[in-house]
């Protein structure tokens, strides 16, 4: 059995996320809402082209705040005490795959300051150092492969498609 399968989170945990959820999508029908408030009408029609998103994240808005009081009137006390050691055990058990959605994240961010090519080097052998075993072999193919895939195709772009990648500062 690998990590991941070993944990089992509790119902109260499960509860408490779903109730983070409900609040993370809360304020983002807020903050959506409010977007729909700044769209300019026009002279032509009364309401204007912001008023129907601005009903329907109201009206999503009203039951996220039903679901949520719902899901806090359920919850016991001690739930909270264990979504913390639950949580820990979660990120544990994820922490290759988390740190994958981290280097995609430098990765993206890091492609309009030092170009794609760069980054793309810089993702790819640290991804497969990561993830690979060990070897000197598979550091070189790892090395040869983020060559490949992150100058040649730049190459490949710019030379066969004539469409250029961004190159950076």
């Known amino acids: 059995m690998s990590q991941i399968d070993d944990f089992k989170p509790s119902q109260e945990s499960g509860d408490i996320a779903r109730l983070l959820s409900y609040v993370a999508l809360l304020a983002a029908s807020v903050g959506m809402f409010i977007e729909a408030s700044t769209i300019p009408t026009s002279r032509f029609e009364a309401l204007g082209a912001g008023a ?9 808005s009203l039951l996220l705040v039903a679901a949520i009081i719902g899901s806090l009137r359920k919850l016991p006390a001690v739930a909270y005490a264990r979504f913390g050691t639950d949580a820990v055990a979660w990120v544990k058990a994820r922490r290759l795959v988390l740190f994958l959605f981290a280097c995609l994240a430098l990765f993206v961010m890091g492609i309009p300051m030092i170009g794609y090519p760069v980054a793309a080097f810089v993702f790819l052998i640290v991804l497969q150092v990561t993830y690979a075993p060990k070897t000197r072999l598979t550091i070189a193919v790892a090395v040869v492969l983020a060559l490949i895939f992150s100058f040649g195709l730049n190459w490949l772009f710019a030379e066969v498609f004539n469409v250029f990648l961004p190159r950076g500062l």
């Not at 129907?52 to 999503?60: E, I, K, Q, R, S």
């Open 52 to 60: 129907f998103p601005m009903l329907v994240h109201a009206c999503l």
